[in-house]
Nanobody, 121 residues
Framework: QVRLVESGGGLVQAGGSLRLSCAAS????????MAWYRQAPGKQRELVASISSGGSTDYADAVKGRFTVSRDNAKNTVYLQMNSLEPEDTAVYYCNAVISRSRFWPGSNYWGQGTQVTVSS
C-alpha cells in the first residue's frame, strides 16, 4: 500500500523559515503530480503549491515569492521551502500526490496525515 508521510513542521517565529518534506513509500509504479495543501482553523483547505512530474510549478498568490516547491523523483519526495513566514501561514500542511500502484490501473490521489506549522508573531 502507498503512504505519504510529511515531516519538517514545527514552531517558528515570524520571518523565519521551515522546509517540509513528503516521502511516498509502498507499492509505487509511478508518481505524477505532487502538491502541498494547507488548512487553517475555521478555513477551507487550500492549494499552496504544486509540481508536475516534469517540474512545472504553481503557487497560491499568498505564498508567491516566499515558498518554493521541488521534488526528488529518485527519493519519491516533494519539498516545500517556506521563507519569510507570517502568522497567516499557520496551518496544517498536507501532501498530496497522484500515484499509480500498477501498470494495469490509473493513478489515484493520496494524502498524507498532515504536519503542523505554527508561526508566532
Amino acid at each position: 500500500q502507498v503512504r505519504l508521510v510529511e515531516s519538517g513542521g514545527g514552531l517558528v517565529q515570524a520571518g523565519g523559515s521551515l522546509r517540509l518534506s513528503c516521502a511516498a513509500s509502498g507499492s509505487i509504479f509511478n508518481i505524477d503530480d505532487m502538491a502541498w495543501y494547507r488548512q487553517a482553523p475555521g478555513k477551507q483547505r487550500e492549494l499552496v503549491a504544486s509540481i508536475s512530474s516534469g517540474g512545472s510549478t504553481d503557487y497560491a498568490d499568498a505564498v508567491k515569492g516566499r515558498f518554493t516547491v521541488s521534488r526528488d523523483n529518485a527519493k519519491n519526495t516533494v519539498y516545500l521551502q517556506m521563507n519569510s513566514l507570517e502568522p497567516e501561514d499557520t496551518a496544517v500542511y498536507y501532501c498530496n500526490a497522484v500515484i499509480s500502484r500498477s501498470r494495469f490501473w490509473p493513478g489515484s490521489n493520496y494524502w498524507g496525515q498532515g504536519t503542523q506549522v505554527t508561526v508566532s508573531s
